[in-house]
């Protein structure tokens, strides 16, 4: 695929963010002028330089603690490499290499975001044993806020065991305490402390999803936006709260299968055309072809960016932190998407989806190469 398209992506992060000029923000409201951005990762602070418009934005965003709060899972990615797709029982049969690294779609977007220089919240239940703690402190060690992780002393912190071939791969998961926080266990005020809330994994949180269409409505009435990521429905049914959710979000986030798997529709077109009416914003991630959005009428393709991966574990959830990432700054649907498309492929660098973002070096030299400023 080719690199990004022409549209000016901010650099995130430790780099200048650039604010696009003469155009609206659609979930501003704004006309934004040019503005600088500074940001530095370890302050967690931003000055801005620019129109009185741009400074009254800024001004608004920090009087909120946190620019985004996830409430979801965690736990680690056993990933063994080399074996075959096809494996006979009672043999002893050798990985050609193994990685444990952070797993779990909430966590690696809250990570990645963090790294990007987004201030991040994380909400989530852990057991109280050595696998949680390690997926903390490496979260933890990306600038997230962990503050509020409940402690599950009955279960065992949920993993994931991933066996790569090539562009597909077995997924066996224990899903452990992540399947029994309710809604009733969060802290609303901490959740009302960000400016956007975020769901990943709707439908490995069994015991959230009664409650989450009264959350995301009451999210909403205290002026935070709202986006999901489904993840993959392990029963394939794709019901339940998902579908009044949907009609409660400001951006949603499936790729290519799942937006046809939950529309019953044969193609992404097909998908984008009944879902539109519903979501103000869609960005469906479509792995190397890039990502398609859909933004009231306005369908538009993003062109991927061409790496030779190690493996694509997490990319999509990558892709979320910088389509996020650059959308919270007042980038364009379609900067976001770019920026979304570099995230992935960054994250396909290295095994697992955070282990690229924790090399500082080759994070500044992937976006040096391929983020417009």
């Known amino acids: 695929m080719a690199d990004p398209t022409n549209d000016s992506i901010s650099r995130p992060g430790f780099f200048l963010l650039f604010l696009g000029c003469n155009s609206t923000s659609a979930h501003t409201g704004l006309s ?18 620019g129109t009185a418009e741009m400074q009254s934005v800024e001004a608004g965003i920090e009087s909120r603690r946190f620019d985004v709060v996830i409430a979801g899972e965690i736990n680690l990615d056993l990933i063994l490499y080399g074996l075959p797709e096809q494996m006979p029982v009672e043999r002893e049969i050798l990985a050609s290499g193994f990685v444990a690294t952070l797993g779990s779609s ?15 919240a994380f909400i989530c239940r852990a057991g109280k044993d050595e696998l949680g703690k390690l997926a903390l402190e490496r979260l933890a060690e990306s600038g ?36 029994e926080m309710r809604v009733e266990d969060l802290n609303l005020e901490y959740l009302r402390s960000a400016r956007h809330f975020h769901l990943s994994s709707l ?33 394939d049914l794709w019901g339940g709260v998902l579908h009044e959710l949907i009609d409660l979000v400001d951006i949603f986030l499936p790729n290519a299968d799942e937006v046809q798997r939950i529309t019953g529709k044969a193609t992404i077109e097909e998908a984008l055309d009944a879902l539109a009416p519903r979501v103000p914003l869609i960005a469906v991630k479509c792995g190397a072809r890039g990502a398609v959005v859909q933004q ?5 393709w993003i062109s991927g960016v061409r790496v030779e991966p190690v493996d694509t574990i997490g990319a999509g ?22 920026l979304g498309n570099v995230t ?30």
Request: charged share 20%; with cysteine.
């Open 32 to 49: 934004r002028q040019p503005a600088v951005l500074t940001y530095n990762p370890e302050t967690k602070k931003r000055q801005v330089k």
């Open 344 to 373: 992935g492929a960054l994250s396909t660098l290295r095994a697992g989806g955070t282990e690229a973002f924790r090399d500082q070096a080759l994070v500044e030299e992937f976006l040096g190469k391929h983020v417009r400023t």
């Open 296 to 300: 009231g009428a306005s369908r538009e």
């Open 317 to 338: 959830d990558s892709f979320d932190a910088g389509f996020l990432c650059a959308w919270l700054r007042g980038e364009s649907a379609s900067a976001a998407a770019a």
């Open 144 to 179: 997230v806020d962990i503050s509020e992780t409940q402690v599950d002393t009955s279960l065992n912190t949920g993993v994931t065991v991933l066996l790569p071939h090539g562009e597909r791969r077995h997924i066996l998961t224990y899903a452990g305490p992540m399947a």
């Open 203 to 235: 439908f490995l949180q069994k015991a959230l999803q009664p409650g989450l269409p009264r959350l995301f409505r009451a999210l909403k009435s205290a002026g935070l936006t709202l986006s999901l990521d489904t993840n993959d429905d392990p029963d």
């Open 106 to 120: 909430s966590a690696i977007l809250a990570h990645n975001l963090a790294v990007l220089g987004v201030s991040v």
